[in-house]
């Protein structure tokens, strides 16, 4: 397959070696390496779970907008988390070797957070008007770096030092941050129904799209696994016209020949245990 600047791109997976992949011909040093070269968003029956599960899937959902429009947010992460590790480590071991590790676990995660923010604040003004055109309940979105609001990480980790010492581990970070998504105060995933949730979720997914093609740098691929499942006519409509806007490369997969409301694609596979061929 053609990459979105131009360049060659091949993977392939095997179940005892992962993911093999070459781009122009030469093998890749990370996967890191294929995600830049061809990123990909995933929109499935299950992705109202970014509304109704806990925080993990909210920060990967933030940082994979982060990733490709913060260039460095990448290393800074890999920093972040190496550190993170090695003074979970000294936590468990002998307690006082945690404080060495501090200085670059602060500069790396006060970095994610404010790249964080930024990113989150451009995201928002798409996500807004997704939400009106997909019809979707007004709610309010909020970033919670991982430590309390009005101090320096450097701060909270000293606040938190007993704690984290009774504990084993560290309490606070980005790596405890989450996206706070609410409706008059009370929590969405208290409020919306499966339907709504999966119309916010949405709405979040395809605001990242958008904020990739205003960048202009870079061209994702969607992927769609039964896009009309929960959907309505009125909001599936809504929907296909969202995607149409984009004018990224589409790979939708249904039961069904025909998926209801969108265009005759250009290729068509049929997919029978575990075989793919074209139709």
């Known amino acids: 397959m053609a990459g979105p600047i131009g360049r060659g791109v091949g993977f392939a997976f095997d179940r005892d070696t992962g993911v093999e992949a070459r781009i122009d011909g030469l093998p890749i040093k990370s996967l890191a390496d294929l995600t830049l070269a061809v990123p990909v968003q995933v929109i499935d029956p299950g992705i109202h779970k970014l509304i109704e599960e806990g925080s993990p899937r909210r920060r990967r959902w933030l940082d994979w907008a982060v990733f490709h429009v913060e260039h460095d947010f990448g290393e800074h992460w890999y920093r972040y988390s190496r550190t993170l590790r090695q003074r979970n480590a000294a936590l468990k071991t002998r ?67 007993a704690r984290d010492e009774m504990r084993q581990t560290t309490t606070v970070g980005p790596h405890r941050a989450d996206i706070r998504l609410s409706i008059d105060g009370k929590p969405a995933r208290d409020v919306l129904s499966r339907g709504q949730q999966k119309l916010v979720a949405v709405a979040l997914s395809l605001a990242q799209l958008h904020l990739l093609k205003e960048s202009g740098a870079l061209v994702p691929t969607l992927l769609l696994d039964d896009p009309a499942a929960e959907l309505d006519a009125t909001h599936l409509a809504a929907f296909v016209e969202q995607i149409s806007t984009l004018g990224c490369q589409l790979l939708a997969t249904a039961l069904q020949p025909k998926i209801q409301g969108f265009p005759v694609p250009d290729r068509v596979f049929h997919v029978e245990q575990g075989r793919v061929r074209p139709v």
């Open 95 to 161: 307690a006082a070797d945690a404080r060495p590790w501090e200085p670059d676990l602060v500069m790396a995660g006060e970095h994610i957070a404010r790249a964080r923010r930024a990113v989150l604040h451009e995201l928002e003004r798409h996500w807004r008007d997704v939400m009106v055109a997909l019809d979707c309940p007004r709610a309010d979105l909020d970033y919670i770096p991982g430590w309390p609001e009005g101090t320096t990480l450097a701060g909270a980790l000293d606040r938190a030092r």
